[in-house]
């Protein structure tokens, strides 16, 4: 893990608990197999209550104090928000259908791993809002 | 600078000659005349006959094959293109008006610092789409 990530999650962890969790890709050669192995892993490991926040290209696009409203109510309600990042060939249908919420940064197709950064930034920048921090001007 | 943009800034350079170049912030107390200070070197930097891209909030969103295709037409066409990123408080009016592209990174507020890596990470992405490697699928 980078740097950088572990700097954001460090200081997302001085908010609320946080874990990051890479799953290995399924590595099939049918990409729609693909997905659906990892989506099974996925479907195991999410508990029903918990929120569930998928990252997709064609998702819903939110301000970053939308976001932090949203994340907030999420927290308060659910108790758990599980945000998952697909791998090279997006998300199987059943992560998304299930998903609380389909959010894209923007239009442009992004590596996992900045993705991954992206993320993390939005949650820490959503929390730092929410906590009245100074990071977001 | 980050491992991760050094590695980016050298595979930019197989295809194209590339520079970043980060410039101090003006540090005033009036954020209006900071970026007015800060555009100031700019608007001296970038050679009029040159392509100017500035990163903003509200420019236009697009895909990135779609930028991958005005990337190309850009450097075939002024042979420069200049990507400015703005400090806190954004890009001054006189680079947003002169700029021939105003792009959106999405409706999310990044870190100048990692809005400069998703800079090179698309800018990459677009000259692989362009060279037709296997980086975008």
Redesign the interface.
Known sequence: M???EKELLKRIGFRVSVEAICIPQAGLQNTEQNKQKEALFLNKKIVHKECLIALDESGK????RD?SHFLKQCLVERGTVNFVIGG??GLDSSILNRANLCL????????R??AR??TL??IY?ALEIDGGGNF??
Request: charged share 30%; hydrophobic share 35%.
């Open positions: 980078k740097l950088r696009e939110m301000n970053s976001f090279a060939y894209s940064f923007g239009r442009m197709t992004w590596t791993e900045l950064l992206m930034e939005q920048r977001h001007k």
